[in-house]
């Protein structure tokens, strides 16, 4: 398909064969071999942020693409928001790189100057900001119903057989007198003991100990991996971390798959509700629906 666009925003994408980029009257094209960019209509003042300035708007650029794309995106504290691919990341700033008529752009971005990063569907906020966290939403918005429920899977599955970069310098945390074996039903209110209750009680209102839940689901998960039932529960409570703490959409989705819930959602409803957000946030609206038709009326209503 062919489309011209009159301002681009380049997205990573190996798929793409031919960038025509033509003069604002139409006239005299220049083809251009261009490797690893896709296209998508913004404003000008989107793409100034890892241009440095180059001038575009006299620019109309016309495409030939196929697919969809995984791009990292950042957004300023000021709510501008520029995509390609992140390939370097230090304690104090990130470089952004790109593709523009051919040309691989790089630019290095202060993180004191970023409100977020995006990275395979997963958002981390930086710095507090209220225009940041506008295009945030918009963006969000933007991205939705954008992958097929196969490129969603195939995402999920990849992304979630993978561990978060923090999770082998996260310290393994619990009370001596935790019950490891997690049993389903338990006697009274311990959460010294019983790993429901220490989840509710210690790591839910302490951000410091949500790694940890993470760590400790972990290592349960291996010290019961022959007792499916207790896996099966692990696996829900270790989604449910990677959802509500850190919105990692991709491996909260991983876990909850892993749970059996695709092969019987009557027995877990109440997830259906939270798995279908995430494949909308990951991008298909398709995936989600098919999601909710399978849920019972009762469990959606919390999240219409």
Known sequence: MKKTLEVAELYMKPELEIIEISNADGKSGVPCNVRGAQMKLVKAKKLAIFL????????AFAAIFSGSAFADEIILTTGKKG?????????????????VAGR??????????????????????????????IA????????RAERSPREVFEMIDRIGKTAPDWLKSTPL??????????PKDVDGWDANRNFGQ??????????????????????????????????????QATGEFYFRFFQ???????????????????????????????YWRLGSKKAALDVYAKTPDQFLGSRS
Do not use: H
């Open 136 to 143: 945030a939403e918009e963006s969000v918005a933007e991205k």
């Open 52 to 59: 440095g300035g180059a001038v575009v708007a006299g620019l």
């Open 248 to 278: 990692d959409y991709p491996r909260a989705a991983y876990y909850w798959r892993l749970s059996g819930f695709d092969d019987d959602p009557a027995s877990t409803p109440w997830l259906g509700p939270y798995l279908g957000e995430c």
């Open 104 to 133: 691989v752009v790089k630019r290095t971005i202060p993180k004191n100057r970023l409100y977020s990063i995006e990275q395979d569907g997963k958002r981390r906020v930086l710095n507090d900001s209220a225009a940041g966290k």
């Open 173 to 182: 945390e619990y009370p001596p007198t935790l019950d490891l074996s997690f």
């Open 198 to 235: 220490y989840v509710w009680d210690v790591i839910n209102p302490n951000r410091d100990r949500w790694k940890s839940a993470v760590k400790l689901a972990e290592f349960m998960r291996e010290r019961n991996k022959n007792d499916a039932e207790v896996v099966r529960r692990i696996d």
């Open 83 to 99: 995509t390609g691919t992140i390939v370097s990341e230090t304690a104090t700033a990130v470089e952004i790189e790109t593709t």
